[in-house]
């Protein structure tokens, strides 16, 4: 795939100029051959970078994930690149990050950590991953980039059934080894990763490093029920479907509330926007 598709919007969208018009707004666009919505190359969500606070967050808004950041040291700046897998609210979905220190924040005694900025063009790293569930491939992404996402609308998983086969090719030898560390003092054994040059390729399974304390068993239950049901309506509704012109259809003329969640897909970006008044006072003039 090239770069140029790899950014492209499909010409066909969903075939609902409101839905278009929201997913690109929300900072995607969507894959006519995998059926999945993935992440631009400069959406909104570019400019409010990364903390932990938003991983202890995912849980209560309804987002069951992994994640699995890896920390390293290249070229005087500490670097993070992170991983996410599993269910989000009504989307299977995965993620790739690429993110380096800006500074360490305390507010208010709400969050005290670091803070991350997404990385600029001239630090995008080539990447592809393979979603598996159950060891059967979900779909791909590949691309120069620096948040490869796909999620997949209407499919239920628990992060324990996904698996992602990732592949990333680093600036160069010194950046790999500094990767590798990072991979090593996350947890990884040497057995579980393969290099190739500056690539380095393994698998994310169960995470090597701790999980959101918003991750607890018993609410996690609840809430990936609650989620499994939503994909359950919307498999209900769609099912005869066969472009997602008629599951979009289907869903606004059947069911509001679904299609609701289509229009305002994830965290709403006035809720980010507020959070980075907060994390990033280093852009605030």
Not at 51 to 63: F, I, Q, W
Not at 134 to 159: D, I, Y
Not at 174 to 199: C, E, H, S, V
Not at 238 to 256: F, H, M, W
Request: negative net charge; aromatic residues 14%; contains cysteine.
């Amino acid at each position: 795939m090239s770069n140029v598709d790899e950014f492209r919007v499909v010409p066909e969208g969903t075939g609902n100029d409101e839905l278009d018009k929201a997913i690109a707004i929300a900072g995607y666009a969507y894959d006519e051959k995998q059926d999945i919505f993935y992440s631009t190359l400069n959406p909104w969500q570019r400019d409010i970078g990364y903390c932990r606070l938003y991983d202890e967050l995912a849980a209560p808004l309804g987002m069951i994930i992994d994640c699995e950041p890896i920390y390293f040291e290249y070229l005087e700046k500490t670097w993070m690149i992170g991983f996410w897998k599993g269910q989000y609210d009504l989307v299977t979905g995965a993620e790739i990050g690429i993110y380096q220190k800006a500074l360490d924040l305390n507010i208010l005694g709400l969050f005290s950590g670091a803070y991350y900025d997404c990385v600029s063009d001239t630090d995008l790293l080539k990447m592809a991953y393979t979603v598996k569930k159950n060891g059967n491939p979900l779909f791909t992404r590949e691309g120069t980039h620096w948040w490869l996402t796909g999620f997949k609308l209407g499919e239920f998983s628990n992060p324990s059934e996904l698996t992602m086969d990732i592949t990333i090719t680093l600036h160069d030898v010194k950046m790999r080894d500094a990767f590798i560390t990072g991979l090593w003092n996350a947890g990884y054994p040497l057995n579980q990763f393969t290099r190739d040059g500056a690539t380095v390729s393994f698998t994310f399974d169960s995470p090597h490093t701790s999980q959101p304390y918003t991750r607890i068993p018993a609410t996690d239950e609840i809430i990936q029920r609650k989620n499994e049901l939503l994909c359950e309506k919307y498999q209900a509704i769609t099912g005869n479907s066969n472009t997602i012109q008629d599951k979009v259809k289907a869903l606004e003329e059947q069911t509001p509330d679904l299609y609701t969640k289509l229009i305002k897909p994830g965290i709403s970006k006035q809720l980010f926007e507020t959070f980075s008044l907060w994390f990033t006072p280093h852009k605030v003039k």
